[in-house]
């Protein structure tokens, strides 16, 4: 107790330093909320959540030390970590924003303490969140940064729950040259589960014959190699990456003795019976020349690679692009074209090989005083065995901005329209979606907007249409209440939707701002009928 007596006067003490020059505190704070209640054929569950932000920022001498902090009610233990803490400082920030930065500063390492996503390359540590300490240094020339911590915690598996072993991650980088220019990197990542984190679920004489093991402790290791060359101010463009890795899918099965490999590859590789090995590769050229950009990309991920540290990358895929982006007349007009082909199926070892073709093209005009125009086109096929599904979609939207008077209009307009047709003549369908908003804004402290559409899906033998609009009423009380209400409706012929909310923000004396919200949905369609009332609060304050 007595220690939080003394947070008041720390937090006095911080201030009045940041006040006089060589400390400045700075952040936001806030706390969000919200409840649902639904009555009649819910077809989901209501829930309740309250969360808090909190983002203080200390700067001492020029250099921002931030802090990120997430804590909700959402968080339990028998899924993956929601709350998070972080502690960072990165010096390099200030010339990313183009701020004056002493000479020192562009030596000092950047760190990261808490819960943090590093991303080191595509294929070797990218989209893994850890908890833990990254460092990224740069002195010269020489690059160099270091991760390590825990990307999921240890949960039992049950009947409702996904069981997970407890997995820690380290990654090491080093190399010579900058990120945005020339450089060569190595990257090593070594990522293993705790295989007694967790309670095995063997099958036994006693439980169900289809009681199993659902997950297995896994074990990781990844060397990536990474090569950017940059000419002619970076004109010309190149990147290029190799990665190897072994995968053991259960560390506690046995070593196993190689006679013909030598000792010291056994103990580096530790080889087990469950383990398996493959590479990976990418190569980006970009050429940038007379305002237009070429690229291209070739990548390719063998069937049986798999890293750890980048859960949403693909394997068992070959794949090409090519694109070109130019703009005209001082970037009125711009333009851009893109192809790319993948496939699976690398080795053979599937029934089926599946490869898709993807084309992409658009077009937008944006002159001065006169509406502007966008134009997409793009085409998907996939092939399986004979078997070719095609999508064909076409995006239009146009606009403008003008004064009557003092009134301000931005109407807008927008059509899309997409095919597809498949392989079996099953599933085909035609679709369009056609909108027209108009947006006003008036002298005094009202705004509104509005938005009518329809939407059709043509089936082989049956057609639905879906009407849909919605309104957008503004007004400001006092310069600083700001009060709106919107109303959207869908009419089709399954059923019928309202939505009705009223948003209210406004100042509490000068200690923070709050915004209020009340919205009913009314539903009745084929599947049944249902009521629901939400309501969302928050605080904020910045300081």
């Not at 010291?264 to 469950?274: G, M, P």
Request: charged share 15%.
């Amino acid at each position: 107790m007595a220690k939080l007596l003394h947070l008041p006067v720390l937090l006095s003490l911080v201030t009045a330093l940041g006040l006089a020059g060589p400390l400045q505190f700075s952040g936001s704070a806030s706390l969000q909320g919200n409840a649902e209640f639904i009555s009649g054929d819910a077809l989901r569950e209501p829930y309740s959540n309250l969360t808090l932000n909190i983002n203080p920022s200390l700067t001492v001498f020029g250099i921002p030390i931030t802090t990120d902090i997430l804590l909700s009610t959402m968080e339990s233990d028998v899924r993956q970590a929601l709350n998070k803490f972080r502690i960072g400082l990165d010096p390099l920030s200030l010339l990313r924003q183009r701020l004056p930065v002493p000479g020192f500063m562009q030596y000092l390492p950047k760190v990261d303490f808490g819960t943090f996503s590093p991303s080191y390359s595509a294929l070797t540590l990218s989209g893994a969140t850890v908890t833990g300490l990254g460092i990224e240094y740069q002195p010269w020339k020489l690059y160099i940064a270091g991760a390590g911590g825990r990307t999921q915690r240890a949960i039992e598996g049950s009947d409702t729950t996904e069981p997970a072993y407890w997995r820690q991650l380290y990654a090491a980088r080093v190399g010579f040259g900058k990120k945005e220019a020339t450089h060569y990197y190595l990257t090593i990542l070594s990522v293993r589960d705790d295989s007694n984190s967790i309670e095995r679920n063997w099958p036994d004489t006693t439980a169900p014959a289809d009681t199993i093991e659902v997950v297995t402790p896994q074990e990781n290791y990844v060397l990536g190699m990474e090569f950017n060359l940059s000419l002619f101010e970076d004109a010309f463009r190149l990147e290029s990456e190799v990665a190897g890795m072994e995968l053991i899918r259960d560390n506690r099965l046995p070593l196993v003795d190689h006679k013909q490999v030598p000792n010291w590859i056994e103990r580096l590789l530790r080889i087990r019976w469950s383990s398996q090995f493959d590479y990976a590769y990418s190569v980006r050229p970009v050429v940038n020349v007379l305002e237009t950009r070429v690229f291209g990309e070739v990548r390719m991920v063998g069937p049986g690679y798999r890293s750890l540290g980048a859960p949403a990358l693909r394997n068992d895929n070959l794949a090409f692009s090519a694109g070109v982006e130019r703009s005209f007349l001082n970037e009125a007009v711009s333009a851009s074209a893109s192809i790319s082909r993948e496939r699976d199926n690398l080795i053979g070892m599937k029934l089926t090989t599946t490869s898709f073709t993807t084309l992409a093209l658009a077009l937008n005009f944006a002159f001065p005083n006169i509406p502007y125009a966008s134009l997409g086109y793009s085409a998907c096929s996939q092939n399986s065995e004979g078997l070719s599904d095609r999508s064909h979609i076409v995006n239009l939207s146009t606009g403008h901005s003008f004064t009557t008077g003092a009134i301000s209009h931005s109407p807008s307009l927008s059509f899309s329209w997409q095919g597809h047709q498949s392989g079996t003549g099953d599933g085909d369908y035609v679709t369009f979606d056609l909108s027209l908003g108009h947006s006003l804004g008036f002298p005094f402290p009202l705004t509104a907007s509005a938005n009518l559409g329809l939407a059709r899906t043509a089936y082989q033998d049956s057609a639905e249409n879906r009407f849909y609009l919605s309104l957008a009423p503004g007004y400001t009380i006092f310069g600083n209440w700001t009060n709106s209400l919107s109303f959207n409706g869908a009419f089709e012929k399954s059923g019928r939707r309202f939505d009705l909310g009223l948003n209210s923000s406004f100042p509490v004396w000068k200690l923070c701002t709050a915004n209020l919200g009340i919205g009913r949905t009314n539903y009745q369609g084929q599947d049944g009928s249902y009521n629901e009332w939400q309501l969302t609060g928050s605080l904020t304050k910045s300081w």
